[in-house]
């Protein structure tokens, strides 16, 4: 093992470097996702080997727990070749070595392996050969298994994550379903805008409206905030826009010029008055629909924002992190055409894929649904590791993790 040397404060451009051109990538393991993680200690380790090349980075974020102990984690960490049984061995030698002297009680890790890789509807449990001989040296460093689960709330990461990789004409391989609700948001005028901290008002207005439909806890605007700050060009909001008033006014132009077509056309034309009464009644349900949210709105000749993402780019990846959505628009269908710019921005500068985020391995739920209409990739993750540090403790601090999971998600 005297191969390798270890650090535990490395500077950004280094760090940074390193984790953005490895093929296990990811934002969680970002030099700034410790900013982020105000109320996390962190620490920046790091492996060189005899050459004096970096071959494997890891920010561990450091939680404070009763009694001057610490719990450990590496969130979609550490980044190297698990393969590397020497390497990987040394690494968490190591890192027990300063565990123990945080008085951490268990390191947790949920590394961004890949055990299979499928699209929904071929779901599949047939993981990779290589599946087995990363746990057998997850097993050497001492690492705890918590079981390939299948639910989101089972782990501090899911570990199962809808994911859209980089295509040259997205718009051409979606499902036509898909296709057919973006007419129905490009039907209601509904316009597509990004930008960045000048649209968190908006933004997060919008999640709040998703937590109490939802009865879910997610952020609120100085969390936002603190993201865009903190990632700056690399972060992005999107925001779905309409105006109601528009839509309403031109809505009664279109009736009233409809019942003189009406009114004047030919008695021998029956066909032609067929779908003039068609046009008609589908405009007058429209008037229906748009008249009450217009009179809730106040009836003002502005646009509004009625859906919205926060996405940031990190390396060669994009993780859609936050959206939220006024559900008196749901008919207007935002989402579907915020997602797509979201991917066409990601696919624009680079991004070898957009994570939409996690979903429930059943792939029966509403989430898994919903993202289904983007054709995207299910890709299984190998799961959560503890590794005890303080075995006498570990029992009780695995039981009182538990209750400040949720704190710990990204």
């Given amino acids: 093992m005297g191969n390798y040397r270890f650090v535990t404060d490395m500077n950004q451009e280094e760090y940074d470097g390193f984790v ?14 410790a900013k982020v993680k105000k109320n996390w200690d962190h620490l920046y380790t790091g492996v060189y080997n005899s050459s004096g090349r970096l071959v494997g980075t890891g920010l561990v974020l450091i939680k404070q727990l009763p009694m001057h102990l610490t719990m450990f984690y590496l969130p979609r960490g550490p980044i190297m ?13 190591e890192l027990k070595k300063i565990a123990k002297q945080h008085h951490c009680v268990m390191i947790k890790l949920d590394p961004a392996i890949h055990v299979n890789d499928y699209k929904s509807s071929e779901y599949n449990e047939n993981r990779y050969p290589s599946t087995e001989r990363y746990m057998e040296i997850f097993k050497k460093i001492g690492a705890v298994h918590y079981g390939f689960t299948t639910y989101i709330e089972e782990t501090a990461q899911a570990r199962y994550i809808s994911n859209v990789y980089y295509q040259e004409d997205i718009e051409a391989n979606l499902p036509k379903h898909t296709k057919r609700l973006i007419k129905d948001a490009d039907r209601r005028n509904v316009q597509i805008v990004h930008g960045g901290p000048e649209f968190l008002d908006d933004f997060s207005r919008l999640v709040a409206m998703t937590e109490d439909r939802k009865h879910v806890a997610l952020r609120d605007e100085d969390y936002f905030r603190l993201l865009m700050d903190t990632y700056g060009d690399d972060a992005v909001i999107f925001l779905a826009k309409c105006n109601v008033y528009d839509l309403y006014h031109k809505a009664l132009d279109r009736q009233q010029q409809l019942e003189k077509d009406i009114a004047d056309n030919p008695a021998n034309a029956k066909k032609k008055l067929r ?12 008037i229906k629909e748009f008249k009450p949210m217009l009179e809730e709105l106040g009836n003002e000749n502005k646009e509004i924002a009625i859906a919205g993402i926060l996405s940031i780019q990190y390396g060669n990846t994009c993780e859609m992190l936050y959206a939220g959505m006024d559900q008196r628009f749901k008919k207007f269908m935002p989402q579907y055409k915020e997602y797509i710019e979201n991917f066409k921005w990601a696919f624009d500068r680079g991004c070898k894929y957009a994570d939409m985020g996690g979903v429930e391995g059943t792939l029966d739920d509403g989430l898994t649904k919903f993202k289904d209409n983007f054709n995207p990739t299910i890709n299984e993750f190998i799961g959560e590791f503890d590794i005890p540090v303080n075995k006498l403790l570990y029992p009780a601090a695995k039981k009182a993790y538990q209750k400040m999971k949720a704190s710990s998600k990204k």
């Fill in 20 to 33: 953005k051109n490895h093929q296990y990538c990811n934002l969680l393991q970002s030099y700034n996702w």
């Fill in 81 to 93: 070749d698990y393969l590397n049984e020497d390497l990987m061995v040394f690494y968490f030698n």
């Fill in 275 to 286: 779908r003039l009464q068609d046009q008609l009644r589908s405009t007058e349900k429209e």
